[in-house]
Structure formats: structure tokens, C-alpha cells
């Protein structure tokens, strides 16, 4: 079981590279904004090496390829940036997509009990992704399953372009 976030471990403010953004429907935007607003709330974000937060993060992408997590302490210094690779990601997001997109048009005409179908597997979806995340960033930044959720989220969120 994770321990409870302590002030210097956690994320005090985190942004998205928008530079390669064209539009967003209303739907992920209010994703991005909720994933934002609760992982502010509650996240334990504790990066290697004992630096002490809470921690301003920055997510972006580096040539589509190497999810980029910039990280600064809290007294503004930058610590190492963590890199991965989006390689064991990409099907998980454009599989997540596709549901979101299923579970959007669902809502709209759909009877509760397909909706709920659908939406159990999209939250199955965006469980694996957070596990796959907190995998990968395992010996480097520790987290725990709900920071990895809104994460997750948010690197979805950074492959759209419009």
C-alpha cells in the first residue's frame, strides 16, 4: 500500500506542452482540466535522488517518439528530466481513444447498462496505461496508481493534435 503524500513529495504544478496543439473537443478538454484539478488535489510524486518538492512538472513530446517529463524542485532548480520511450504506450492510447470515443457517443444515445459496459472497459484501459507508467518509471519517480491514473491521462492528452 502507498503512504500518504507528504508536502515535499508531490506535484505542486504541473503543465502540457501546447505548442503542437490545433483544437480539442469539449470532451478532452474537460478531461485535461479535470486530470489537472485532481491531480493537484491528491498526487505522491517522488522523484530519485532526494530532491524535495512539491515539484513543478512539465509533459511533453520529443518528436512523437520519448514522452519528456521536466522537473523542477522546490527551490525552482531543475532536476534531471525523465524520458521514455512512447513505444510500449502507443496502443494503449489509440485503443483508449477508441473507447473514449465510443463511450462520448454513448452517453449521447446509449442505454445505461451499454454505457456501463463500455465505460468498464475504458477504465480497464486506463488502468493498464497507468500500471504500464508506473512501470516504466519505476527506479526513477515513484507514484502511486491514482498520480499514475491522471498521468496517464495526460500524455493521452498530448497526442492529440487535432
Same mark, same amino acid.
Request: proline share 6%.
Given at each position: #500500500?502507498?503512504?500518504?503524500?507528504?508536502?515535499?513529495?508531490?506535484?505542486?504544478?504541473?503543465?502540457?506542452?501546447?505548442?503542437?496543439?490545433?483544437?480539442?473537443?469539449?470532451?478532452?478538454?474537460?478531461?485535461?482540466?479535470?486530470?489537472?484539478?485532481?491531480?493537484?488535489?491528491?498526487?505522491?510524486?517522488?522523484?530519485?535522488?532526494?530532491?524535495?518538492?512539491?515539484?513543478?512538472?512539465?509533459?511533453?513530446?520529443?518528436?512523437?517518439?520519448?514522452?519528456?517529463?521536466?522537473?523542477?524542485?522546490?527551490?525552482?532548480?531543475?532536476?534531471?528530466?525523465?524520458?521514455?520511450? #512512447?513505444?510500449?504506450?502507443?496502443?494503449?492510447?489509440?485503443?483508449?481513444?477508441?473507447?473514449?470515443?465510443?463511450?462520448?457517443?454513448?452517453?449521447?444515445?446509449?442505454?445505461?447498462?451499454?454505457?456501463?459496459?463500455?465505460? #468498464?472497459?475504458?477504465?480497464?484501459?486506463?488502468?493498464?496505461?497507468?500500471?504500464?507508467?508506473?512501470?516504466?518509471?519505476?527506479?526513477?519517480?515513484?507514484?502511486?496508481?491514482?498520480?499514475?491514473?491522471?498521468?496517464?491521462?495526460?500524455?493521452?492528452?498530448?497526442?492529440?493534435?487535432?
Amino acid at each position: #500500500m502507498d503512504s500518504p503524500p507528504r508536502d515535499d513529495q508531490r506535484i505542486g504544478r504541473i503543465t502540457l506542452d501546447e505548442r503542437l496543439v490545433i483544437r480539442r473537443s469539449a470532451e478532452i478538454e474537460h478531461e485535461r482540466a479535470v486530470a489537472i484539478f485532481d491531480l493537484l488535489e491528491a498526487n505522491r510524486f517522488v522523484p530519485q535522488g532526494g530532491a524535495k518538492g512539491p515539484f513543478d512538472v512539465h509533459l511533453g513530446l520529443r518528436d512523437g517518439r520519448s514522452l519528456v517529463i521536466e522537473v523542477s524542485d522546490a527551490a525552482a532548480q531543475p532536476i534531471e528530466p525523465v524520458i521514455l520511450p #512512447m513505444s510500449p504506450f502507443r496502443t494503449l492510447i489509440k485503443d483508449y481513444f477508441t473507447i473514449c470515443e465510443s463511450y462520448f457517443e454513448a452517453i449521447k444515445r446509449a442505454s445505461p447498462s451499454q454505457i456501463e459496459a463500455i465505460d #468498464m472497459g475504458r477504465r480497464g484501459l486506463h488502468n493498464e496505461g497507468s500500471e504500464v507508467l508506473r512501470e516504466r518509471l519505476a527506479g526513477k519517480v515513484e507514484i502511486d496508481l491514482e498520480t499514475a491514473r491522471r498521468l496517464f491521462t495526460l500524455i493521452c492528452v498530448l497526442h492529440i493534435r487535432g
